[in-house]
Nanobody, 129 residues
Framework: QVQLVESGGRLVQAGGSLRLSCAAS????????MGWFRQAPGKEREFVSG????????YYLDSVKGRFTISRDNAKSTVYLQMNNLKPEDTAIYYC??????????????????????WGQGTQVTVSS
């Protein structure tokens, strides 16, 4: 059982930056692909960004490309989401998720939330205008 704990969410003004962290309890963290999803009030949970187990490939929602950067530190069992130039529409609860799968499979399924096996409790990001 993998436990994921997100942190770093807070209230920030539009144009500001935040870095979210997701710490995993699993020693074999390096074998999991990781994703960030978000859910705004009244909306479906949507994919934001994903990264393969090695960090060699990353994926982004179109609306965050060029503003958000996902990275991971396997030695610390942590995945990060650097968010720059934040906009009010980025306001949501942000969740990290983990899946153990081959990179070829992850390339096809990275944005499908049902494919992820483990989820954190989420961290609130609020962007004021």
């Amino acid at each position: 059982q993998v436990q994921l704990v997100e942190s770093g969410g807070r209230l920030v003004q539009a144009g500001g930056s935040l870095r979210l962290s997701c710490a995993a309890s699993e020693r074999t963290f390096s074998t999991y692909a990781m994703g960030w999803f978000r859910q705004a009030p009244g909306k479906e949970r949507e994919f934001v960004s994903g990264i393969t187990w090695s960090g060699g490939r990353t994926y982004y929602l179109d609306s965050v490309k060029g503003r958000f950067t996902i990275s991971r530190d396997n030695a610390k069992s942590t995945v990060y989401l650097q968010m720059n130039n934040l906009k009010p529409e980025d306001t949501a609860i942000y969740y990290c998720a983990a899946v153990r799968t081959a990179s070829t499979e992850y390339h096809r399924t990275y944005d499908q939330r049902q494919k992820y096996d483990y989820w954190g409790q989420g961290t609130q990001v609020t962007v004021s205008s």
